[in-house]
């Protein structure tokens, strides 16, 4: 299943936030959108997710335009992890898991045996069985940011969309959800993300985006896009993009700032 913009044009009535953006995430893919603040990236994020209507352009799954697509055969294809924000209600885990079965379920009816199965499935993929009967409001950032991941995968949907996953999560957590991702993937889900860290692109992404002066200004491979120039170019910072070797053979790709 394959997600495409064609020269999509997005915003808020006349405010044109987003123009001519065309991109594509099939499966296996992790597709990071990098840009500054205010660029546009939740814009599009919302007008993928229908949540705003598209200015011009279209969107295909499966090469099929999405347009007059019901929310429940849609959220089967596409998921949404929001960053993981506190929620006054305090619901227990299982249950917020629970609510990604939605999209299956007939008016009024609760989620069966099968449902709660397939959700401590995913549990146990993700490590957090423990978290079952907590409170969502009383685990940590990290947890929660792995609940709304196990949410989306009960949605059993093949393209998850993800904002800035990684944000207000501490070093290790983050490491832990860029792990996942990269899992995913394998396991051939489509990913298309935000982050403000170019160095998360290296660790789990194969496509790149830059979104500047309201047009994606760069999209590719992320060794062609995340470059010094471009990083210079986009942030206004000196980076330099470096190789490091570890002592297992494991190779990674890093950017450090010049700091002056
Ligand atoms: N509901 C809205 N109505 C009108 N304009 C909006 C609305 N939400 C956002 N904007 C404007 O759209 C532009 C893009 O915002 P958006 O949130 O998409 O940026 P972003 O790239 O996700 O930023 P950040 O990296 O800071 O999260 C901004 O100028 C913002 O002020």
């Known amino acids: 299943m394959k997600l495409e913009l064609k020269d999509v044009v997005c915003g808020y009535g006349p ?46 799954l499966g090469g099929k335009n999405i347009a007059g697509w019901s ?95 990684t944000s207000n999560l501490d070093f290790g957590n983050q490491i832990k959800v860029l792990n996942q991702i990269r899992k995913l993937s394998r396991e051939n889900l489509g990913i298309i993300m935000t982050t403000h860290f170019p160095d998360h692109v290296f660790i789990c992404a194969n496509k790149v985006a830059i979104i500047r002066d309201g047009f994606l200004h760069k999209i590719g491979n992320p060794e062609t896009v995340v470059t010094r120039e471009n990083l210079r170019e986009v942030y206004g910072v000196n980076v330099s993009v470096e190789n490091i070797s570890f002592t297992s053979g494991y190779k990674a790709k890093v950017c450090v700032p010049e700091v002056v």
């Open 15 to 60: 405010n044109v936030i987003v123009k001519q953006a065309s991109m594509g995430v099939a499966e296996g893919d992790v597709l990071c959108l990098l840009g500054p603040n205010g660029v546009g990236k939740t814009t599009l994020f919302k007008s993928i997710l229908g949540f705003l209507k598209l200015l011009d352009g279209e969107i295909l």
């Open 71 to 165: 929310r429940k055969l849609f959220a089967r294809e596409v998921a949404y992890v929001p960053q993981a924000h506190n929620t006054p209600f305090p619901f227990k885990v299982l249950d917020v898991i629970l609510m990604g079965r939605t999209p299956y379920l007939r008016p009024f009816s609760a989620p069966g045996k099968e449902d709660r199965n397939l959700v401590k499935n995913i549990m146990a993929s993700l490590d957090i069985l423990a978290l079952e009967n907590k409170l969502y409001t009383e685990i940590s950032g990290g947890e929660k940011q792995l609940v709304l991941i196990a949410r989306a995968l009960a949605q059993q949907a093949k393209i998850l969309v993800m904002d800035e996953p």
